[in-house]
């Protein structure tokens, strides 16, 4: 038999707890699952901060300009409207949750700025905001008694309507969300959870690429069963590669963020010529996706493995109290940060598609809700401001409960009985060889061929490639017992799939998605989109 709870929220991110804390003020049960601990998330690993106006010298307008700038032309504006202007409630609601931003002697506010901001607006905890956010919410949700947090449980598939009555079209009109199926990594089983509605709030896709930002976490679970389940995909070839990830002696890739060049730091060339002049206007503090192309750019003019991001002229003495995270990172890593420029090169860090929702989190699939990252609101467009993915999440989450609250208020008492799942036949996994193989292959290919720069012919090859993946693994799921690994690469696999389908898709170069075979921009601008058909069921 399976638990009900009033919603079941998937992840532990910024978007997820906000959003189980407003349910749970309601008195409404919530479960809250996550695959490893509460506190591995995208968001504890947010450096910059998160942007709204609270400075007299700022303004709404301005924030909206600034990010409708950074979309390139694929932005909606309501929603851009929308949370930017529903930002100030949410932050004063964080502070009250506990978090504490960084102010400055006079006991306001210390604002930074990040890249295509034309305002110092990006409130911050240090260069360690997402762990300040993180940890103050878990201390909320930990003092909510409505809620409960199932760690190490790592969500499988939606149960809907159209799963259990072959009558009911998948995500058509008939078919809502009934619960999921989650394996207990520490028990080994897997459990079925029942919900009223389910709300999605897995972060980001980072680990399809083989360098990024993300945490290994960052499997892009939500958005992979949205679209099993029927719900709507939308502009998934805008991935955005964060510019200045730290080359490490070891390979590694470590965030630095772009609050370093709000500080005054430049990007050089090996031969210590500062370039980004000759790529825009607002030079190292232009949106992140000229960033990343210019430094693509210069790395294969010079035939050079990375550039120089030169901090040694940001305010003396100041660098290890206003960066204390990252100046740490470069230390270990045998660079100074405040005596040397050190090596950075572009990495896979944010998705600005993701599940299509409305104003309310709502998908096209009834009692299914996105929030954060997993999701694709009209916010970001074709390239997301700095900082502004935080801002989103607090609003979504906010302004999503209360359209669950209502809809769980309207759901009917009595509730359809759940499918147990079933091993049948299936055995242990005999050689996971395969598992590692076809991740690695995985990451290379998306790498190489559907990267900063794409073309029609690097993009069909890719998907000739996955397609060869996908169809091990799906024989590979079907014959053996899951575990995370095997979920985890099921999941990889569907998103690369439908990154590459979008990016076919767009006959353009726009923001995040620059393509040799269509260097121009369309006059109008048009979000890509992907939907399981009732056939592929």
């Known amino acids: 038999m399976a638990t009900h709870f009033d919603a079941i929220v998937v992840g532990s991110g910024i978007g997820g707890l906000s959003f189980a804390l407003n349910l749970a003020r309601g008195g409404r049960s919530v479960a809250i699952v996550t695959k490893k601990t509460s ?62 931003f960084e102010n400055g002697a006079d006991g306001r506010p210390d604002l930074g700025r990040e890249g295509g901001h034309t305002h110092r607006r990006i409130l911050h905890a240090r260069d360690m905001t997402g762990r300040a956010i993180e940890s103050a919410l878990l201390r909320a949700v930990a003092a909510a008694p409505q809620v409960r947090m199932l760690e190490h449980h790592l969500a499988i598939d939606l149960l809907t309507t159209s799963k259990i009555d072959p009558t009911v079209a998948l995500g058509g009109p008939g078919d809502r969300t009934l619960g999921l199926h989650v394996l207990n990594t520490k028990a080994g089983k897997v459990e079925t959870l029942s919900a009223s509605v389910v709300i999605l709030a897995t972060g980001g896709v980072g680990q399809v690429y083989q360098f990024t930002t993300n945490p290994d976490i ?94 040694t002229q940001v305010a003396k003495g100041h660098l290890p109290e206003r960066f204390p995270h990252i100046f740490e990172t470069c230390r270990k890593a045998g660079f100074d940060l405040a005596r040397e420029a050190v090596p950075v090169v572009p990495a896979a860090h944010y998705l600005c598609g993701g599940v299509a929702t409305d104003l309310s989190g709502r998908t096209s699939l009834r009692g299914l809700y996105a929030v954060g990252e997993v999701a694709c609101t009209g916010l970001h467009g074709a390239n997301r401001l700095a900082s502004n993915s935080l801002l989103e999440a607090v609003v979504l989450a906010h302004d999503g409960a209360l359209a669950a609250e209502a809809e769980i208020v309207a759901a009917p008492a009595a509730r359809p009985a759940l499918p147990r799942w079933i091993d049948g036949s299936a055995g242990d996994p005999d050689e996971r060889v395969v598992l590692t193989h076809n991740w690695d292959e995985l990451r290379r290919t998306m790498w190489d061929y559907v990267g900063i720069v794409r073309s029609t012919k690097r993009l069909r090859r890719a998907r000739t490639r996955i397609g060869t993946l996908a169809d091990e693994v799906r024989d590979y799921y079907w014959n053996f017992k899951v575990e995370p690994r095997l979920l985890e690469l099921r999941n990889l696999i569907q998103v690369a799939e439908l990154i590459v389908e979008c990016a076919l898709q767009r006959h353009e170069s726009r923001g995040l998605h620059h393509t040799l075979d269509y260097p121009a921009k369309l006059a109008e601008a048009r979000h890509s989109s992907v939907r399981r058909s009732p056939s592929q069921a």
């Open 39 to 100: 506190s591995e998330s995208n968001t504890n690993w947010a450096q910059g901060g998160i942007a709204c106006v609270t400075d007299q010298t700022d303004d709404f307008a301005s924030h909206v300009q600034d990010t409708l700038a950074a979309g390139d032309g694929l932005c909606d504006l309501a929603a851009v409207r929308h949370i930017i202007e529903g930002g100030p409630a949410r932050v004063a609601e964080l502070i009250a949750w506990g978090v504490r």
């Open 218 to 311: 960052a499997t892009g679970d939500g958005i992979a069963m949205a679209y099993r389940a029927g719900a709507e995909i939308r502009d998934m070839e805008m991935v955005q590669f964060h510019p200045t990830a730290l080359k490490s002696p070891d390979g590694s890739r470590a965030l630095i963020s772009e609050a370093v060049r709000g500080e005054g730091a430049i990007l050089r060339d090996l031969a210590g010529r500062a370039f980004m002049r000759d790529f825009h206007p607002l030079g190292d503090l232009a949106p992140r996706d000229i960033v990343a192309r210019a430094i693509d750019s210069v790395m294969k003019r010079d035939g050079a493995p990375h550039v120089l991001l030169d901090a």
